[in-house]
């Protein structure tokens, strides 16, 4: 007897510091352990966006310990879903692969008050994403 496998997404930005974890973090919180979940950049940054991180914490999800990763691509190959949100044509393709591209604004630079619809937004996304998914919302 197979165990069924979760669906797997990944989340990549360029810098991989505001808005790729975000959704990671969204999904995560969301799906649970119903969806395997990663995020990336096709430029990391050093830390994530401060902004982001407070942001996230108003909406009930601790972030701070994240760390933007680098996008390799094994973590695209492995993956079911790939969302990119403005990393242009650093992403790997690979056929076969469900591919969305989410246009939002980047919270690089922005303060709290800008990050907060760009975090909203993220929200609705996840939630339609799990829908179609067909995985029910933990929260």
Known sequence: MSTPTVPSVLFVCVHNAGRSQMGAAFLTHLGGDRV???SAGSAPADTVNQAVVEAMAEAGIDISAETPKVLTVEAVRSSDVVI???CGDACPYFPGKR???WTLNDPAGQGVAAVRPIRD???RRIRGLLSELGIPVSA
């Open 36 to 38: 395997q979940v990663r």
């Open 99 to 101: 591919y969305l591209d």
């Open 121 to 123: 937004e993220i929200e």
């Open 84 to 86: 990119t949100m403005g």
